[in-house]
T-cell receptor, first 115, second 109 residues
């Protein structure tokens, strides 16, 4: 298994540009989520999904869109990039089943810089 | 999710046990205690989780106080590879993990 994969690893955008961060997992996990991590801080939840067709907002959803058309993929879209969105973005997935408390598997991250 | 309090940093020697404390005095009865760690330039990695009883796995042990207001992550024999930021997280629902700043663990050779 490749686990959780994220592309690209690095990205530089100009203010106002849009882009999509890709996340895929091959573990057939129902639960997927996106976090951002600013320097010296813990991770903050952006959006999450408990299955295909179902998404919900986390702590810091403004400026980001998500969709979940398949179990495997959970892309994160930046609508109009701003310097405040400069951060490292992590995608995570977990088996959901009857419990939401299962181990989450994290991807390697995408380092985004907005100029 | 209820809040946790951890020391900013701790230092230990290689091959010695490490006890990482976490206070969570406002924990609710349905909150699970999770521990993750993050090695430099990597995504977080699951370590262990528990509800009331002490838990052991191949990576660590989790000791939970009887009143559940505190817990301790125990690394039985630290190696240089255990140098990381360790996060203690309470999880009571499906909306994700709430990360604090964690404890920066430094391992001296």
């Amino acid at each position: 298994n490749a686990g959780v994969t994220q592309t690209p690893k690095f990205q530089v955008l100009k203010t106002g540009q849009s882009m999509t961060l890709q996340c895929a997992q091959d573990m057939n996990h129902e639960y997927m989520s996106w976090y951002r991590q600013d320097p010296g801080m813990g991770l903050r939840l952006i959006h999450y999904s408990v299955g295909a067709g179902i998404t919900d907002q986390g702590e810091v959803p403004n400026g980001y869109n998500v969709s979940r058309s398949t179990t495997e993929d959970f892309p994160l879209r930046l609508l109009s990039a701003a310097p405040s969105q400069t951060s490292v973005y992590f995608c995570a997935s977990s088996y959901y089943g009857v419990s939401p408390y299962n181990e989450q598997f994290f991807g390697p991250g995408t380092r985004l810089t907005v100029l | 999710d209820a809040k946790t309090t951890q020391p900013n940093s701790m230092e230990s020697n290689e091959e010695e046990p490490v006890h990482l404390p976490c206070n969570h005095s406002t924990i609710s009865g349905t909150d699970y205690i999770h521990w993750y760690r993050q090695l430099p330039s990597q995504g977080p990695e699951y370590v262990i989780h528990g509800l009331t009883s002490n838990v052991n796995n191949r990576m660590a042990s989790l000791a939970i106080a009887e009143d559940r207001k505190s817990s301790t992550l125990i690394l039985h024999r630290a190696t240089l590879r255990d140098a990381a930021v360790y996060y203690c997280i309470l999880r009571g629902g499906a909306d994700g993990l709430t990360f604090g700043k964690g404890t920066h663990l430094i391992i001296q050779p």
